[in-house]
């Protein structure tokens, strides 16, 4: 039996605004819609909704109705789905629905889409248990599987997934560390008795998710018989395909026009019209196989830009400050059990704040230009450090 694991991930974050150093002392609503040339949160969200989030909610669920054996898993973050039950509340409806069917599994990972883990590990796991307990309340299931913000991993965090019983957690399947070995296996975490480690196959995945519609690759245009042949390709080389990608690479980051959808469509059917070849949740795929063998991550990879490091977020000294000085105000800004004050600092945890400071260059550089809200990484710095004076002022107060 040949398997496709498809996880797909679902994230907006709630963005700062132009917050001017006037502001400091004065106006403490740092994520309204008050932009003076950008989309507010709010038109954000709704225009990706439009999309994204709907038709390719509608493609997942005709194909659930159409094939018994097509699943698939979607990590949700808290602000998405904050943002989701206020604005548009029938994307909720629809994933209860998907939730329903036993086809579609929801992963565990921090409600606020942070970094935590390498900065605060009594903050990782307060943003993990409130993550776990609003997809309880929400979609009435308890996460297995774990997957960390951007697929950052390493030893240590499997260990902690071990620890807390996750049947498995998700990573990049990087070169570097396979060193010649497939992705296509199931693995076991150095140390880890009970979970596994799922590696996504990141070329097969980003065939998809960066490259579809890119006219100056080789091998565009990508067709669904195309990509067939390079799934039964890499299948002699391990059964378990692992297909991990944003959730809005269909509609948002690849767009109708570009055939995304149909594509998609082909390839579900394709794949599935042999009886030897299935889809499978996260957690299925743990069981999919037998761990082949331990593989140790003593460094963090994760699944951004070129190096697979933490580099995307923590490069320069803007980002660096920026993270020392947040994480500095935890615990004074939860002294305070001010709850208003808290979330605003919670929310500043989101990784793609210190995302938006990045300053690489190249093809790198374009993707953070890309996600960023703001005319350059310089302004998003200086925005997000007047917000932390501002934090650090209400504390005094």
Same mark, same amino acid.
């Given at each position: 039996?040949?398997?496709?694991?498809?996880? %797909?991930?679902?994230?907006?974050?709630?963005?700062?605004?132009?917050?001017?150093?006037?502001?400091?002392?004065?106006?403490?609503?740092?994520?309204?819609?008050?932009?003076?040339?950008?989309?507010?949160?709010?038109?954000?969200?709704?225009?990706?909704?439009?999309?994204?989030?709907?038709?390719?909610?509608?493609?997942?669920?005709?194909?659930?109705?159409?094939?018994?054996?097509?699943?698939?898993?979607?990590?949700?973050?808290?602000?998405?789905?904050?943002?989701?039950?206020?604005?548009?509340?029938?994307?909720?409806?629809?994933?209860?629905?998907?939730?329903?069917?036993?086809?579609?599994?929801?992963?565990?990972?921090?409600?606020?889409?942070?970094?935590?883990?390498?900065?605060?590990?009594?903050?990782?796991?307060?943003?993990?248990?409130?993550?776990?307990?609003?997809?309880?309340?929400?979609?009435?299931?308890?996460?297995?599987?774990?997957?960390?913000?951007?697929?950052?991993?390493?030893?240590?965090?499997?260990?902690?997934?071990?620890?807390?019983?996750?049947?498995?957690?998700?990573?990049?399947?990087?070169?570097?560390?396979?060193?010649?070995?497939?992705?296509?296996?199931?693995?076991?975490?150095?140390?880890?008795?009970?979970?596994?480690?799922?590696?996504?196959?990141?070329?097969?995945?980003?065939?998809?998710?960066?490259?579809?519609?890119?006219?100056?690759?080789?091998?565009?245009?990508?067709?669904?018989?195309?990509?067939?042949?390079?799934?039964?390709?890499?299948?002699?080389?391990?059964?378990?395909?692992? %297909?991990?990608?944003?959730?809005?690479?269909?509609?948002?980051?690849?767009?109708?026009?570009?055939?995304?959808?149909?594509?998609?469509?082909?390839?579900?059917?394709?794949?599935?019209?042999?009886?030897?070849?299935?889809?499978?949740?996260?957690?299925?795929?743990?069981?999919?196989?037998?761990?082949?063998?331990?593989?140790?991550?003593?460094?963090?990879?994760?699944?951004?830009?070129?190096?697979?490091?933490?580099?995307?977020?923590?490069?320069?000294?803007?980002?660096?400050?920026?993270?020392?000085?947040?994480?500095?105000?935890?615990?004074?800004?939860?002294?305070?059990?001010?709850?208003?004050?808290?979330?605003?600092?919670?929310?500043?945890?989101?990784?793609?704040?210190?995302?938006?400071?990045?300053?690489?260059?190249?093809?790198?550089?374009?993707?953070?230009?890309?996600?960023?809200?703001?005319?350059?990484?310089?302004?998003?710095?200086?925005?997000?450090?007047?917000?932390?004076?501002?934090?650090?002022?209400?504390?005094?107060?």
């Amino acid at each position: 039996m040949q398997g496709i694991c498809l996880y %797909l991930h679902m994230h907006q974050p709630i963005r700062y605004r132009e917050y001017s150093v006037f502001d400091i002392a004065n106006n403490h609503n740092y994520f309204n819609s008050e932009y003076k040339s950008r989309e507010s949160n709010e038109q954000i969200f709704k225009k990706v909704a439009t999309k994204s989030y709907h038709p390719m909610l509608n493609l997942i669920e005709k194909n659930i109705k159409k094939y018994p054996n097509f699943k698939v898993s979607l990590s949700i973050t808290g602000t998405w789905l904050e943002q989701a039950k206020k604005l548009d509340p029938t994307l909720i409806t629809q994933i209860k629905r998907l939730v329903k069917s036993g086809r579609v599994e929801i992963l565990g990972e921090t409600y606020y889409h942070s970094l935590a883990f390498f900065f605060n590990r009594a903050e990782f796991n307060y943003q993990v248990q409130k993550h776990k307990e609003a997809i309880e309340k929400t979609f009435n299931v308890t996460p297995m599987v774990f997957r960390n913000t951007e697929l950052a991993y390493n030893d240590k965090i499997a260990k902690w997934a071990n620890t807390k019983k996750y049947k498995g957690i998700l990573a990049e399947g990087w070169d570097k560390i396979l060193k010649g070995n497939s992705p296509n296996y199931v693995y076991k975490p150095v140390g880890c008795a009970k979970t596994r480690l799922l590696l996504k196959n990141y070329r097969l995945s980003d065939d998809i998710a960066f490259r579809f519609s890119d006219q100056s690759w080789r091998e565009w245009p990508l067709t669904a018989d195309k990509y067939l042949k390079w799934l039964q390709k890499s299948c002699k080389k391990g059964n378990l395909i692992n %297909l991990f990608m944003d959730f809005e690479t269909f509609g948002e980051h690849q767009w109708k026009e570009t055939g995304i959808f149909d594509f998609i469509n082909s390839v579900i059917s394709q794949w599935l019209s042999e009886p030897t070849r299935t889809f499978l949740t996260a957690s299925e795929a743990c069981d999919f196989m037998k761990p082949v063998s331990e593989i140790s991550m003593p460094s963090t990879v994760t699944w951004a830009d070129s190096e697979r490091d933490l580099s995307a977020w923590l490069a320069n000294s803007m980002q660096k400050s920026a993270t020392k000085y947040l994480y500095s105000l935890r615990n004074k800004v939860l002294k305070t059990k001010d709850q208003n004050l808290i979330r605003d600092w919670r929310l500043l945890t989101t990784s793609d704040h210190p995302y938006s400071m990045c300053t690489k260059y190249w093809n790198d550089g374009n993707v953070h230009a890309y996600f960023s809200a703001y005319e350059s990484p310089y302004e998003s710095f200086i925005y997000f450090m007047n917000i932390l004076r501002d934090i650090e002022f209400r504390i005094k107060k």
